[in-house]
């Protein structure tokens, strides 16, 4: 990431990660901040990609033979209280409704009038209301499996905001599903999570580490969580999505329960699994460059953009006829099984203004056009996945004979990229000295990007994940599901274990 000439966006990634990402937001003009403390607009380039994560995940689902639902956005009080873990985890984040209507205040303002008898919490997630309904529609066990997901907004009050990462209201996915087994249940749980491992990897080309979280970082109610883990360009960890294996729990508490097949009434076992728009934020930090947004080709909201180039209004018009044909030609192809989405830009802008806004937005392939193109027939090319000056001629046959397989190795090439990086800045340590070394910056101040992740050994004591997490900021971010049985230290205490956890900053 060192400096190499001008680049567009300042500061860079090296000279200050945090602004870089904002930077970044606002130059391929994905979102704002909203006059609604805490909230943010999501503008039409980000919501494209949001779209395109939204389609391809939802057809993934109901592959796996899950269906769309909508529950309510409000949910009584009394539904959060049957679950006592489930409230004391989400108390702190809730906002609450109180009352029904405004009237005049009489001095020329509102106040608001109504006072409920119950007060409505806005959904922070949805286990409780979707179970009063799952507790209706499940009777029998030939009602079973139920395999039901949401698209939604969600309220978690947050004090400190970052745009896609974490806001006070954010879109997402929740899925809830019912099961007659306990192997049924857990099957489902890593079921979905190697859907979301598998997208992130074919979609969104990040490399994703699967694993279970610990005790004190599952999910509130859950029997176990599991994750997946993602590295951004600034090593530190931010977790994509979450699979939850509720056990019997909220079946209890909203009394889901089937006859079984000996004529016997019991109580079903119950999953939840969720991904949201910190998607978005995942692409832009493992991905993006010193000259904004670098976006795989699938989820991209367009793939090619065409800028043409001409001194006057008859260039103009011959050149504009030689691009209407070509893109003609070039919307009957697929990629990834849909039209190649291109985009002429002929706006009254100079040409590498044109460009480089395009460049900020990500665009995977862009191509100029001119008088001299049309002589030899060929398209200039340029991708994403490259540096802006890196440019090819190329004769028109070949590029529309090869655009589908081009596209492919940009995402290709970006998911290497993040892979590399994941790989270089992981490493084992058994030593307590140097595990401290690794996570702590040299410039206390101004931390420089330091750390990573770390395979360490771990007790499986949660007084010594609070002393590291105190100490350092560093959180195990999960038990890998492929770790391997070894005897070893653990990283703290020096006490015997069994195998090693991954341990970092994080998001």
Known sequence: MAKQGKKAIYPT?????????????????????????????????GYAIWENIQKNLDDMFKETGHVNAYFPLFIPKSFFEKEAEHVEGFAKECAVVTHSRLEHDGKGGLKPAGKLTEELIVRPTSETIIGASFSKWVNSYRDLPLLINQWANVVRWEMRTRLFLRTTEFLWQEGHTVHETKEDALEETYKMLDVYTKFAKEYLAIPAIKGEKTESEKFPGAVSTFTFETMMQDKKALQGGTSHFLGLN??????????????????????????????????????????????????????????????????????????????????????????????????????????????????????????????????????????????????????????????????????????????????????????????????????????????????????????????????????????????????????????????????
């Open 13 to 45: 990634r090296i000279e200050n990660y945090p602004e870089w990402y904002q930077q970044v937001v606002k130059a391929a003009d994905m979102a704002e901040n909203s006059d609604v403390r805490g909230c943010m607009v999501i503008k039409p380039w």
């Open 250 to 507: 909220f079946a209890k508490a909203s009394n889901i329960k089937f006859q079984n097949r000996e004529g016997k009434e019991e109580y079903a076992w119950t999953t939840s699994w969720g991904v949201s728009t910190r998607l978005i934020g995942a692409l832009i930090m493992a991905h993006s460059d010193d000259n904004g947004l670098v976006l795989p080709p699938k989820i991209a909201p367009l793939h090619i953009v065409i800028v043409p180039i001409h001194r006057n209004e008859e260039e103009h018009r011959k050149v504009l006829n030689f691009i209407g044909e070509l893109t003609s030609k070039i919307k009957h192809l697929r990629y990834n099984e849909e039209k190649i989405r291109v985009k002429i830009d002929d706006r009254d802008m100079r040409g590498g203004e044109k460009l480089w806004e395009w460049i900020k937005k990500g665009v995977p392939v862009r191509l100029e056009i001119g008088p001299r193109d049309i002589e030899s027939s060929s398209v200039f090319l340029a991708r994403r996945d490259k540096q802006p000056n890196e440019k090819q001629s190329m004769n028109t046959d070949d590029f529309l004979n090869n655009i589908t397989s081009i596209l492919g190795e940009i995402h290709n090439n970006i998911f290497e990229k993040a892979l590399n990086f994941q790989k270089e800045n992981t490493k084992k340590i058994d030593d307590k000295e140097e595990f401290y070394k690794f996570f702590t910056p040299k410039n206390k101040k101004n931390p420089e990007i330091h750390g990573g992740f770390v395979r360490s050994h771990w007790c499986g004591s949660s007084k010594c994940e609070e002393r590291i997490k105190e100490d350092l900021k560093v959180t195990i971010r999960c038990i890998p599901l492929d770790a391997e049985e070894e005897k070893g230290k653990c990283i703290c205490c020096e006490k015997e274990s069994s195998k090693r956890v991954i341990f970092s900053k994080a998001y």
